[in-house]
Nanobody
Framework: QVQLVESGGGLVQAGGSLRLSCAVSGSILSLNTMAWFRQAPGEQRDLVAR???????YYKDSVKGRFTISRDNAKHTVNLQMNNLKPEDTAVYLC?????????????WGQGTQVTVSS
């Protein structure tokens, strides 16, 4: 059984940085797609970035050049480095995983970590 636990959220001023981490219990090698989503109050869950087992990446347009997703199979983690944060990045960030390559739907979800960016 796969479990995902996020950490690294917090309060930061606009222009600052945060690094989110998703710890994976179970076999990360079987998870061909890992992703970060975010959900702001009153809004739908939105894909921020995803990474395949081979390192292929996708980013939402509004975070390109500011966010970097990476995975460390040896440490069983998936990270999201967020730089030059903006107030509109404020949301609960959730880690997701799928056994399907380049998945659109995800079988496993974490509980989320709050990111708040003040102006």
């Amino acid at each position: 059984q796969v479990q995902l636990v996020e950490s690294g959220g917090g309060l930061v001023q606009a222009g600052g940085s945060l690094r989110l981490s998703c710890a994976v219990s179970g076999s990360i090698l079987s998870l061909n797609t890992m992703a970060w989503f975010r959900q702001a109050p009153g809004e739908q869950r939105d894909l921020v970035a995803r990474i395949s087992s081979g390192g292929r990446t996708y980013y939402k347009d509004s975070v390109k050049g500011r966010f970097t997703i990476s995975r460390d199979n040896a440490k069983h983690t998936v990270n999201l480095q967020m730089n030059n944060l903006k107030p509109e990045d404020t949301a609960v960030y959730l880690c997701a995983a799928s056994r399907t390559y380049w998945a659109e739907r995800y079988e496993y979800w974490g509980q989320g970590t709050q990111v708040t960016v003040s102006s």
